[in-house]
């Protein structure tokens, strides 16, 4: 079959399925079968992004997801983060991505960086009491 632009909700599942199936195989990358994977991988990619409207996803529960689907914990990233500290502060929303986490992040959980680059929203701590502050009192001479 020749691959043309994908325009309806058939033509979609029948290159997935054929994806699905070329999968399979591995091909080698410079067959035929190779080279109709490849396709087959952009032409899904450029329906997926034209006809699914993605609504204002919140980059750091796009980084939870995405590390939920790989299979990832924090430490499989400290390269990216660098250590623990930061990691759980950017996923706890008490501090922005760096251009370097961006990049990073983007590369190896393969997230587009507009979708990173958003501003999060803030975090909702609905069930937090706000503790009272410590009174301190000068101690009287005796």
Do not use: C
């Not at 994977?37 to 409207?53: S, T």
């Not at 529960?61 to 502060?89: P, W, Y």
């Not at 950017?90 to 501003?119: C, F, H, K, Y």
């Amino acid at each position: 079959m020749t691959w043309t632009v994908l325009h309806t909700p058939g033509d979609y599942k029948r290159a997935l399925a054929r994806l699905d199936h070329l999968a399979e195989q591995a091909p080698l990358p410079h067959s035929n079968e190779g080279r109709e994977l490849e396709l087959l991988g952009y032409l899904i990619q450029d329906f997926e992004d034209r006809e699914w409207v993605q609504p204002d996803l919140d980059p750091i529960d796009a980084i939870s997801v995405r590390m939920e689907q790989l299979h990832l914990n924090v430490a499989d990233l400290l390269d990216v983060f660098g250590d623990r500290g930061t990691a759980s502060k950017v996923l706890n929303r008490q501090r922005s991505l760096s251009l370097a986490m961006i990049r990073g992040l983007s590369e190896r959980l393969t997230l587009p960086v507009d979708l990173l680059i958003r501003p999060t929203a803030p975090r909702s701590n609905k069930l937090a009491v706000a503790e009272p502050r410590a009174t301190y009192r000068k101690r009287r001479k005796r």
